[in-house]
């Protein structure tokens, strides 16, 4: 069965740091781009970072780029994402996929 | 980076046909964009139904269909059921820039 599971969300202060793990398993996970979206309380999705096979190449949404990092460990099956410098607007449930798959998502709630 | 546009809601009877669109304020979408489509309902994780413009999985009901049509992508509903209603995001890619999800549109069954 192909399955997608985030970790690593949480309560976290603004200005803060928070980091993402999303385990792969029941597919080559070493053969595809992964992507990690979010979504804000009440709103659409949103596009976030990916990242390339075999992490080569990495894109980010203008909004995280210097704040966020995409990675991967192809070895472990594993998706990251650093977020760092943290605010309020960064609160959502954050997803990883294969944009085949999705994991069920992680909640990041940037809070005082 | 792009804004992709998408209609607010729609609404289809039971067994009846709707096409929703994905536009890009760059120009045409194209095969080159890529297009997906998700389905959301509440509470729930997006699910792919349309990868690659037209292209479906295997557990993408087959009354679903893409294209694209007058220069944007579409997303088809033939024969709409009740368990249909939901939130549609399609998702367009800007080679060397990222990607970007469209607005959404709600679709209602009544």
């Known amino acids: 069965e192909v399955q997608l599971v985030e970790s690593g969300g949480g309560l976290v202060q603004p200005g803060g740091s928070l980091r993402l793990s999303c385990a792969a398993s029941?597919?080559?996970?070493?053969?595809?781009?992964m992507t990690w979206v979010r979504q804000a309380p009440g709103k659409g999705l949103e596009w976030v970072a990916n990242?390339?096979?075999?992490?080569?190449?990495?894109y980010y949404v203008d909004s995280v780029k210097g704040r966020f990092t995409i990675s991967r460990d192809n070895a472990r099956n594993s998706l990251y994402l650093q977020m760092n410098s943290l605010s309020a607007e960064d609160t959502a449930v954050y997803y990883c996929a294969n944009k085949d798959v999705w994991g069920q998502g992680t909640l990041v709630t940037v809070s005082s | 980076q792009a804004v992709v546009t998408q209609e607010p809601s729609l609404t289809v009877s039971p067994g009846g046909t709707v096409t929703l669109t994905c536009g890009s304020s760059t120009g045409a979408v194209t095969s080159g964009h890529y297009p997906y489509w998700f389905q959301q309902k509440p509470g729930q994780a997006p699910r792919t139904l349309i990868y690659?413009?037209?292209n479906k999985h295997s557990w993408t009901p087959a009354r679903f269909s893409g294209s694209l049509l007058g220069g944007k992508a579409a997303l088809t509903l033939s024969g709409a059921q009740p368990e249909d209603e939901a939130e549609y995001y399609c998702?367009?890619?800007?080679?060397?820039?990222?990607?970007?999800f469209g607005t959404g549109t709600k679709v209602t069954v009544l």
């Open positions: 998702l367009l890619s800007y080679s060397g820039v990222g990607e970007v």
């Open positions: 690659l413009t037209s």
């Open positions: 029941g597919f080559t996970f070493s053969n595809y781009w």
């Open positions: 990242i390339m096979p075999d992490g080569s190449a990495k």
